[in-house]
């Protein structure tokens, strides 16, 4: 049973471009959740996809947007890049069922370490 | 009111000891509380994790205290091993939120041999 794929692994990207990172979850889990870790700190909540909507936002600007398929796979965009943004970027996936009821463990991903230049 | 404070943040053990983490958290909503397990280069990994309806949950060597009044809870390590240094992070989540977590700031442990 594969976990949490998240790719890729490692990215460069010059100030002002724009990116896109991937994340496939743990088999049979419907919510996708994104999260920026910087060097040295907690990763932060970026926002969670379910039923390929944007349910939840954590305090992160409109620059991040997602995207989430009908195979619940998952799309991290950023534009405009800006230095801070250099982190590592972390996928978790989770099943909600049935819905506000009780939810599973999250499961991370390995994360994509982005780096902007 | 969404914060979760950890400490401290590094620890060295020698390798038997115990090692002991602290958080406290501020929303009285949250109601679920894992403990996860960082390598570097790696994503977190769950550890183990408490709910407010017990005080204590041992799984191992690992074991987690939660004090609801103080809004409070620790994880502690016995016997620490030297494969145990990692970076370990509490969070904190409510029920419905489909587990989106608030993480604490992470404890850098080191278990020196």
């Known amino acids: 049973d594969a976990g949490v794929t998240q790719s890729p692994t490692h990215l460069i990207k010059t100030r002002g471009q724009q990116v896109t990172l991937r994340c496939s979850p743990k088999s049979g889990h419907d919510t996708v959740s994104w999260y920026q870790q910087a060097l040295g700190q907690g990763p932060q909540f970026i926002f969670q996809y379910y039923e390929e909507e944007e349910r939840q936002r954590g305090n992160f600007p409109d620059r991040f947007s997602g995207h989430q398929f009908p195979n619940y796979s998952s799309e991290l965009n950023v534009n405009a890049l800006l230095l801070g943004d250099s982190a590592l970027y972390l996928c978790?996936?989770?099943?909600?069922?049935?819905?506000?009821?009780?939810?599973?463990?999250?499961?991370f991903g390995q994360g994509t370490r982005l780096t902007v230049v | 009111q969404q914060q979760v404070k950890q400490s401290p943040q590094s620890l060295i053990v020698q390798k038997g000891g115990i090692s002991i983490i602290n958080c406290a958290y501020e929303?009285?909503?949250?109601?679920?509380f894992p403990w996860y397990q960082q390598f570097p280069g790696k994503g977190p990994a769950l550890l183990i994790a408490?709910?407010?309806?017990?005080s204590e949950k041992k799984e191992g060597r690992f074991t987690i205290s939660f004090n609801k009044s103080a809004k409070q809870f620790s994880l502690h390590i016995m016997d620490s091993q030297p494969g145990d240094s990692a970076t370990y992070f509490c969070?904190?989540?409510?029920?419905?939120?489909?587990?989106?977590?608030?993480f604490g700031s992470g404890t850098q442990l080191t278990v020196l041999p």
């Open positions: 969070a904190a989540s409510r029920t419905g939120s489909a587990r989106q977590l608030t």
């Open positions: 978790a996936s989770s099943l909600v069922f049935p819905r506000g009821k009780w939810d599973t463990e999250a499961f």
């Open positions: 408490i709910r407010p309806d017990v």
């Open positions: 929303n009285t909503a949250f109601d679920y």
